[in-house]
């Protein structure tokens, strides 16, 4: 069960990730590599480190938006 919520979690992640223009660059931490939207796609779908930093942050941010949302309503 809990690698199906990891998988769905990855899903979401990568499909938000599309969303970015392919040519944008993002840098992560205090690495000065960027990472595209395909590299990010790609750190996501083989599950490295980076890609699990990936997945926690968009979903760090989707609850703190929720939370907001809830908030000001």
């Known amino acids: ?3 199906n919520l990891i998988e769905i979690k990855k899903e979401i992640v990568i499909e938000r990730l ?4 392919p ?3 993002i840098a ?3 690495s000065s590599e960027f990472m595209s939207r395909d590299d990010m796609i790609e ?9 699990k ?5 968009q979903f760090t941010y989707l609850k703190a938006f929720k939370k907001d949302s809830l908030m000001s309503n």
Not at 18 to 21: E, L
């Open 1 to 3: 069960m809990k690698n």
């Open 53 to 57: 930093r990936i997945v926690e942050i």
């Open 28 to 30: 992560f931490g205090m």
């Open 23 to 25: 040519k944008v660059s």
């Open 43 to 51: 750190q996501v779908k083989k599950d490295t480190e980076i890609g």
């Open 18 to 21: 599309r969303q970015i223009p």
